[in-house]
């Protein structure tokens, strides 16, 4: 135990315990198949370190809402089918006063969603106003991320790359080279390469969302010092966006599991827990390299699609509001796995729905705007509990540098469509006066779906990870 974080593990197991954080009615809020993904998880190949966020619940292979550190092996199922699924926040320079009128909520949501569409499958010819993108440049996006030339292309602010967390990523052997070999052998194989290159700039269905807020920074002259190098506006109008890498990121993604999952078969390897999300490869394996390289290809339009929807964004204010400015607080994610520093050796940091969290001082962050706060961290909870951005404390060295990605459900999607009443929901969304694009609200993305977000935040806090910086408030959502 340590602080608010236990541990758990399997009786009589060699290994060290899984790390779980989370308050006692968290902990008690974990679902069986979530606990028994977390066994089958600290058990498999390779696994050194397994933890358990407070958002935790059952997912592929690994749960939602876990990070597997491994400094042998390579896990897909813990970095999921959406590559690099990230949270980025804009912050405008509008008051909030400026965003409270109906017909201008109303205008700013058509302007957004003209530019930036929402749901399954859509893309650049469902959106007017969005960019159009060539298969030649799509390339250079996969594998380049977000470089200078790239961001230019597609009128991306340059120096908003120095505001991600990773602005590109690089294949197997750490060059740019390995990804576009790999790409070209790939493309044959890709349905449609076209139409899934289209899709840079949109939102995706499902949980993915934007999200005008109004920020409230925290009184304390700590919270106020933090958000003036994060760029925060206290008072002011900000914009939180939600999505990953679409369909690109989820046909590399699919095609590396069915083909690992045909070597286990063909050589007959034991699947971790007997589940077939948890296929792995051990690094220096042709299949860890393709892994590594095709994450990196996913990860790169990820990056470019966040960047892209945030520009976007910006144009929808300043068509609807003249002369809004607006800057780039941060890009992070909640899908990938990295090599990090882990007990003092370098190791894969597989981050499954968590995100990354170097407090001030941590030698990742030297060079960057944010070496001596901590960079921030983006924590969505839901529309009517609001958001939260935090910054890492010296405790999140316990769990390997992460905290959860959001309140994370504690409904399934049919539980919720089963359970909750349609009225209710949009009249709780009518009472908080929060407008969306949907005239229903998605019931199975209802706040009632998800965690106490309070409950999180405590357990975050307790635990010793993170601080709170700021509270977003909703004013209107964009979802599919
Ligand atoms: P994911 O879908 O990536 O697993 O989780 C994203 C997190 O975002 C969820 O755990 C939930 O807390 C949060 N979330 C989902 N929908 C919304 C939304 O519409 N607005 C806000 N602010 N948060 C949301
Ligand atoms: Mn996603
Ligand atoms: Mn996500």
């Known amino acids: 135990p340590r602080g608010e974080a236990t541990a758990i593990l399997p009786t009589g197991s060699k290994h060290s315990p899984i790390t779980v954080?989370?308050?006692?009615?968290?902990r008690s809020s974990f679902d069986e198949l979530c606990l028994q993904q977390a066994i089958n998880s600290r058990t498999a190949p390779g696994v050194t370190n397994l933890v358990l966020n407070p958002d935790a619940h059952g997912g592929y292979g690994a749960p939602v809402g876990c990070v597997l550190v491994s400094p042998t092996h390579v896990y897909p199922g813990p970095v999921g089918v959406d590559i690099k699924c990230s949270m980025s926040l804009l912050q405008t320079s509008l008051p909030a006063d400026a965003v409270i009128d109906k017909q201008t909520r109303r205008a700013l949501i058509d302007a957004i969603c003209e530019r930036t569409p929402t749901g399954a499958g859509k893309g650049q010819r469902n959106a007017p106003k969005s960019r159009h993108v060539e298969e030649a440049l799509g390339k250079r996006v996969l594998t380049e991320g977000a470089s200078p030339g790239v961001c230019r292309e597609l009128g991306i602010p340059v120096e908003w790359a120095s505001r991600c967390e990773d602005s590109f990523h690089v294949g197997h052997d750490d060059s740019t080279g390995a990804l576009a070999l790999r790409l070209e052998k790939l493309l044959p194989h890709i349905y449609q390469f076209d139409a899934k290159i289209s899709q840079l700039g949109s939102y995706g269905g499902g949980n993915h969302f934007g999200e005008c807020e109004a920020v409230e920074v925290g009184?304390?002259?700590r919270s106020r010092d933090i958000a003036k190098t994060f760029g925060l506006i206290d008072g002011g109008i900000a914009f939180l966006s939600h999505c990953g890498s679409r369909g690109i990121g989820h046909s590399l993604a699919t095609g590396q599991f069915k083909s690992l999952q045909a070597k286990f078969?063909?050589?007959d390897i034991p699947l971790p827990?007997?589940?077939?999300?948890?296929?792995?490869?051990p690094l220096g394996t042709p299949e860890a390299n393709a892994y590594l390289d095709d994450m990196a290809l996913g990860a790169n339009f990820a990056t470019v699609n966040h960047l892209l929807i945030n520009a976007l964004v910006l144009e929808a204010f300043q068509e609807v509001l003249p002369g809004t400015t607006g800057e780039l607080v941060y890009f992070i994610s909640h899908n990938?796995?990295?090599?990090?520093?882990?007990?003092n050796r370098p190791a894969w940091v597989h981050r499954k729905g968590a995100t990354r969290a170097y407090p001030a001082g941590h030698f990742a962050l030297k060079g960057t705007p944010f070496a001596e706060t901590g960079h921030p961290i983006l924590l969505p909870g839901n529309p009517q509990a609001g958001s939260a951005v935090m910054v890492a404390e010296a405790g999140a060295e316990a769990s390997c540098y992460s905290v959860n990605h959001g309140a994370g459900r504690q409904l399934g999607r049919k539980a919720a469509k089963r359970e909750l009443d349609q009225r209710q929901v949009d009249q709780s969304f009518a009472d908080a006066d929060i407008l969306s694009n949907c005239r229903q609200y998605p019931i199975d993305e209802a706040?009632?779906?998800?965690?106490?977000?309070d409950e999180v935040l405590r357990s975050v806090k307790s635990a010793g990870l993170a601080s709170e910086v700021a509270r977003l408030k909703a004013r209107f959502v964009i979802k599919d």
């Open 21 to 26: 954080i989370g308050t006692e009615p968290i």
């Open 219 to 221: 009184d304390d002259q």
């Open 265 to 267: 078969e063909q050589w």
């Open 273 to 281: 827990g007997k589940d077939r999300e948890l296929v792995y490869a």
């Open 336 to 343: 990938i796995a990295r090599k990090e520093i882990v007990d």
């Open 447 to 453: 706040p009632a779906a998800y965690k106490d977000f």
